[in-house]
């Protein structure tokens, strides 16, 4: 793990718990608590927003509302409101809600593709062909996300070459940035700068956004590794929400206040005002009706004093 | 972060589970089920194992049977047996049992010394020097854990030269190797990286161990960026048990297979049988009756298959 490049001293963040999060929680989190969320997240210093994803309401009935959410959330200067989009139907509702950027989303590994989406790459590829004649001329950016960049839970390993082959083809169709998904957390930090220098280093003007879960606890281990191979953006889920359904009891993506606090406390600017965010990060409990596995939450910032004790332990 | 030296292939575990994490459990775990948890940790290719305290039974009373501990597991080849000690009553009794070393605590910050042992570090330094006569000639490896060496929860920051002049003060009265603890969970990795290449360049023949809590999610991240400084050396707990008293509500040690996990995930030899490791984990809840924080235990090994599912969900 040498080190080739500067580390950045700015990164944003794309928060993705309205989408990556609330969809696989147990309840469905009304229009109006959604959009009072969202609207408070737009005023934490966050780059991109991930609200909510078009797709069928019967595949993922928790988000069966996106439109409204869209249309209903307060759009902040410097805010960009990115849905995810699974096909052209979707792709035409979202462009009638004025989002900013859309996100396609295919699997690296055809196994997770046919599990995750009900088809291959190769058809994923077809269909991000048919969506981009629908999004041309609109000025929306169009990100896709690559599932399982790091490795498929059914398949094993990725090879970096198959990720390379398959950003190759999407930037021949018209993709302009790129999310690498860590979608069931088996990546390891060595992985994460080899597969990150290689992207960086072929498409240097291409933004690379980083998508990582903590399943095996290495999620902040990943971010810094990334960043350390000169990535400046990442997906977090406020809390720590979303997961994986194929690995049940594992926890889920990346905590985003755990990730801010994580970089400013190494004095990287993240844009993000971190007591806001924690405030927020609060309220989710009552929000989805559970506690979140975030930590910065319950431990406090690294910066919190305590007041002495009265006895002493002998812990180091 | 700039990278100064080649990242080390090969690093050394310290189990503190029967010592840091047993001292702070609710129920007293018998004499008989910690021998034969040591002696299973014993034979997974650990390279250290802190077996116990020499404490006044009154200040720690889950450790109340550290003789018997000791003279009661088997020693295995190639694993040191290394025990805390508090003051010169305390060497004598480890001295008595045959430890192969002797780990002796004090804390890099004022307040914490007095929260946490009673005593100031000069205080510390002088009750050092009469335990050190004590251990003259016994052939006993002599280390000094320093708590708080990256940050105090009653003061604050600790300045880098603050934990340099005592690591040089320590070397002139004759301690042998260092762990630098990062007792509350405080440090980030940029501090990490700082500290470590600061150590490591003075006093490159030193062994320095580093010990780290994942408070605040970055325990695995703070190792990578110790090991990426040349650090050889952790401090690790099975389970992720421990914790701090004075932060409740957030989680323990760095676990100790999440940590061999990673690094072995990364190329790096641990010396250490993952697969072993685990099945010692999966025991954990029975020995101590809880649940514990690990998640590798959960979550299973990054090159974990999964059998395809029956229905698609959408997850990025």
Redesign the interface.
């Known amino acids: 793990?040498?080190?080739l490049t500067?580390?950045p001293t700015k990164i944003e963040i794309n928060e993705?718990a309205p989408r990556?999060g609330l969809?696989?929680e147990a309840r469905f989190v009304p229009t109006e608590e959604k959009i009072r969320w969202i609207d408070a997240l737009s005023t934490t210093g966050l780059r991109r927003i991930e609200a909510t994803?078009f797709?069928s309401p019967k595949?993922?009935p928790n988000l069966r509302d996106a439109a409204d959410v869209v249309t209903g959330i307060q759009r902040q200067e410097g805010v960009a409101i990115t849905v995810?989009v699974?096909n052209v139907k979707g792709t035409e509702r979202a462009l009638a809600c004025q989002v900013d950027e859309i996100n396609l989303?295919m699997s690296a590994s055809d196994?997770h593709g046919?599990?995750?989406?009900?088809m291959t790459p190769e058809r994923s590829l077809e269909q991000f062909a048919a969506i981009l004649d629908v999004t041309k001329g609109s000025g929306v950016f169009i990100n896709a996300?690559l599932?399982t960049a790091f490795?498929c839970?059914?398949?094993?390993e990725v090879p970096e070459a198959r990720v390379l082959e398959l950003v190759e083809k999407l930037i021949g169709l018209g993709i302009q940035g790129f999310?690498l998904?860590d979608?069931t957390?088996?990546?390891?930090?060595?992985?994460v700068k080899c597969l990150c220098e290689a992207v960086l280093e072929r498409w240097p003007e291409t933004p690379f956004t980083l998508?990582f879960h903590?399943?095996?606890?290495?999620?902040?281990?990943n971010?810094?590794?990334a960043w350390?191979a000169g990535i400046t953006r990442f997906d977090a889920s406020l809390g720590g929400l979303?997961?994986?359904?194929?690995?049940p009891?594992?926890?889920g993506n990346v905590?985003t206040e755990?990730l801010v606090?994580?970089f400013e406390?190494?004095?990287v600017d993240t844009g993000v005002d971190l007591d806001a965010l924690l405030e927020i990060t609060a309220t989710l409990p009552d929000l989805i009706g559970h506690d979140v596995p975030?930590?910065?939450v319950?431990?406090g910032?690294?910066?919190?004093?305590?007041?002495?004790?009265a006895t002493?332990?002998?812990?180091?």
Do not use: W
Not at 114 to 118: E, F, K, M, T
Not at 185 to 191: D, E, F, V, Y
């Open positions: 793990m040498k080190q500067p580390c993705v990556d969809q696989i994803s797709t595949a993922i995810l699974p989303v196994s046919l599990a995750n989406l009900r996300s599932s490795g839970p059914f398949e094993g999310t998904c979608t957390g088996m990546a390891n930090p060595a992985q998508h903590n399943t095996r606890g290495m999620g902040l281990a971010a810094l590794a350390q979303g997961g994986c359904p194929f690995a009891g594992a926890t905590c755990d606090h994580m406390a190494m004095g975030g930590q910065v319950k431990a910032k690294s910066n919190r004093r305590y007041a002495m004790p002493s332990s002998q812990s180091s």
